[in-house]
């Protein structure tokens, strides 16, 4: 009995040593062959994305299972598993819902009130947002706010433009009669809204002259800070003691620099083009009615662009009633306007 059990023990023993020895010599020549495959195919193997899966569930399975793999190397076999492992990261972390992204014209309406107004933060915005309608949290805000470099601070566009209302420019031309008179026309021109404040004819500027403008273009109260002027010598010491008495801070430009009392430049400019240049000035007379007519159409019908086309004297705008132009210096210039039905 006791030896019939050893020898059973026996042979199971060399039955599964025979099976292993098969397996073994199987596996050789599966590599062997490998091998010879490998030496005779120069090009890359072609390896399908379910050939991927499967060598990478098998290392996840036994990592041992590399020291079998001939056709590709290991390195290659742990990249391609810490691929799957991020892809199966960012799949378990997708976005599930959560906070509806706004519309694009809100995020673009936040960069636009930022940039525009450099001053305010997140809670102003979103103020404003409220005011306008649109339900948004204000940290939705901030995060669409453009960051900015530096301290939030105004730009040389708007400093000049809050200072212009205090700011007048004067200059004169000079306009030919028939009889080959020369005449001088005095214009001050307010800088903030771009209004001819006064404008006279004379056929000799002296500086007592231009200081009795000056009184009348500017009654009690209404002096600006600085006046522009240029260096003409018509402008004495009467001249400059007027300004003085009325507060009025002088500002001669440089020699020979136009371009410094541009305003007032480009409205004689406006002047010239728009009126002198088509009309045969008699005498003084005839010229200061021509310029008044001409002022009273610049100041309240001409549209500027400066002013986003609307008139120094603002121009309101008419929607009811039938179409009506009235001739201004003869018909050179037309004011448009509509006539109530009643």
């Not at 507060?247 to 002198?276: F, K, M």
């Amino acid at each position: 009995m006791g030896a019939g059990l050893v020898f059973g023990f026996f042979l199971g023993f060399l039955s599964c040593f025979c099976l292993c020895a098969k397996l073994a010599t199987k596996n050789l020549a599966l590599h062997h062959q490998l091998a010879i495959l490998r030496r005779r195919a120069p090009k890359r193997v072609k390896i399908t994305g379910t050939d991927r899966a499967l060598l990478v569930v098998l290392y996840r399975i036994w990592s041992g299972v590399l020291s079998s793999i001939m056709v590709v190397r290991p390195e290659t076999l742990l990249r391609w598993h810490r691929a799957g492992f991020r892809a199966w990261w960012r799949w378990k972390s997708r976005n599930r819902g959560g906070r509806p992204k706004i519309a694009w014209e809100l995020r673009e309406l936040i960069r636009r009130m930022a940039q525009e107004n450099p001053l305010w933060g997140a809670p102003r915005i979103h103020g404003e947002l409220l005011k306008l309608g649109f339900e948004v949290a204000q940290s939705t805000v901030a995060k669409y706010m453009p960051r900015r470099q530096r301290g939030g601070s105004q730009g040389w566009r708007t400093f000049l433009r809050n200072h212009a209302g205090e700011i007048a420019a004067i200059d004169m031309l000079t306009v030919p009669t028939l009889g080959f008179e020369r005449l001088y026309v005095f214009v001050v021109l307010g800088l903030g809204r771009r209004k001819i404040l006064h404008i006279d004819v004379t056929d000799h500027p002296t500086a007592e002259w231009l200081a009795r403008q000056i009184t009348e273009a500017f009654p009690w109260g209404t002096a600006p800070s600085s006046l522009i002027r240029d260096n003409d010598g018509a402008y004495g010491e009467v001249f400059r003691k007027r300004l003085y008495a009325m507060g009025i801070r002088d500002n001669p430009t440089a020699p020979h620099s136009p371009w410094q009392n541009g305003y007032a430049e480009r409205v004689i400019g406006s002047i010239r083009r728009e009126c002198l240049d088509h009309l045969a000035i008699f005498n003084a007379a005839h010229l200061r009615r021509a310029l008044r007519a001409y002022v009273d159409y610049y100041n309240n019908h001409r549209p500027h662009l400066a002013l986003n086309k609307d008139s120094p004297n603002s121009r309101p705008v008419e929607h009811v009633g039938a179409i009506v132009s009235r001739p201004v210096l003869g018909g050179l210039h037309h004011r448009y306007g509509r006539k109530s039905s009643g």
